[in-house]
């Protein structure tokens, strides 16, 4: 799509001048003296991410700080869409706007650009640097020998409980549990009835809760073998998976109904903060929000438990992922743009303060300190629960998947709905998506 843009890698380099005064002095003996100035540079940063509320700002100021003659441009919406972003990073890059750094929120959407050259292989850079990627970082997003991006923040997911509820049903905050168990817990916390009832739990219309008990393994998560031309939807745990569904949405109506989420548009934070749902599976991104924002207060206490495990003597693991942050291959500062990458994946996320860093050398107890403090009232956020979470969570062996991952999503997902919607069993749910995952597969492997 994207081809006739990225055909070939410019290198641009930029010299400076080179002042030199000759002057004779009584012994015949000349002396030369030469100065070399640093050229500034501005470099195009394009994300998604609102600037004010996740303290991009003060980023820069720190960056530019220690590198002068480097200057930061944002280019972002602030809207924190990501998908609508990468919309306009592609359009950008294919008008010839100037793109020098880019960040992803999802592997996948990082090698859909790595396949088609949009993205500056690191490897000399890194090289230079003289470190490892695996040694600096808890998860490596090398494709084959190139490594194209650096990871920024570490994914966790959790899930978050309010306390309050937990309290008046005379249940404990989990410190290690199975999906069983937390079945047992929405059915106990869901109260009332019609307009006015409360569920246990809500799923999202997001792909992963629909293969909510395959999506944290630690091998073989994906809907396709690691091969990427075999699919991996008659695993046992997807199975599972749509019967957690069932059983929580239809058998013990304890979640709220996906016709419901759909006709309503609901969404996971009004349904949680608005207490019409005592807990929802989510990831760490919410941590600056389970204290509340002057949007949406925080009217009750939120625990954390770990991500749930299928069964009792698995390990407490969770989906490896994050943002990630690449130089753009046709990009005229490539040396500066890396420079800011491997700043800010370090030094530059662990200042800010809004996301946990997959920097090895981050100190995570000082970054969750200021993850909660943004909040507006930090008092609602159970901190011991969180730490235990971070402490016993191993993240998945990362694995990079194929460029058209998401196209397999959505024929899964299409599926899928046709039986959260009662209109096929779950055999024929499975059936019906594993050949329409295949069809996907096989068209993007001829």
Known sequence: MFHYFVRNLVIVSIFTGLLSGCGVNTS????????????????????????DQDNWKAVYKQFEKKYPNIKIESVTAGDNNSLDYLKKLDLAAASGDQVDVMMFSAPQYYTQRAA??????????????????????????????????????????FVML???????????????????????????LTKGEGANKRYGTYFHTF??????????????????????????????LIKKSLD????????????????????????????????KASMILTGDFMIPEAGGTDKVPANFKTAFAPYP????????????????????????????????VRWYTTEGITLQGKYIPTWKKADVSKVLDNLIASSKTPDKVDKESLLNVMKSSIPQKFSIPVPYHDEI??????????????????????????????????????
């Open 28 to 51: 015949g003996k000349s002396a030369e003296v030469a100065t070399k100035t640093v050229e500034p540079v501005t470099l195009k940063f394009h994300f998604w991410y609102n600037e």
């Open 116 to 157: 088609i050259q949009m993205l500056e292989p690191l490897n000399s850079y890194i090289a230079k640097d003289g470190y490892k990627v695996q040694d600096e970082y808890y998860f490596d997003p090398s494709i084959g020998d190139k490594t194209y991006a650096l990871p920024a923040k570490k994914a966790t997911f």
């Open 162 to 188: 309010n306390k309050n509820h937990l309290d008046e049903a005379g249940l404990a905050v989990p410190k290690d549990w199975t999906w069983d168990e937390f079945l047992d817990y929405s059915k106990k």
């Open 207 to 236: 792909p992963l809760y629909y293969q909510i008990a395959q999506i944290n393994q630690m091998e073989n998560a994906f809907l396709y073998k690691p091969d990427g031309k075999s699919i991996n939807i008659e695993n046992p």
């Open 244 to 275: 957690i569904l069932r059983q929580a949405e239809i058998m013990d109506k304890s979640a709220t109904p996906y016709s419901e989420v759909i006709s309503q548009k609901l969404n996971y934070r009004p349904q949680y903060f608005n207490e």
């Open 309 to 340: 495990k299928v069964n009792k003597n698995d390990p407490t693991t969770t989906i490896s992922g994050g943002d990630l942050m690449g130089v753009y291959a046709k990009s005229k500062h490539k040396e500066e743009a890396y420079q800011f």
């Open 409 to 446: 999503d959505k024929a899964y997902v299409k599926e899928i709905e046709r039986f959260l919607l009662g209109e096929v069993d779950t055999d024929t749910a499975i059936k019906n998506a594993s050949q329409k995952v295949q069809e996907v597969i096989k068209n993007n492997n001829k």
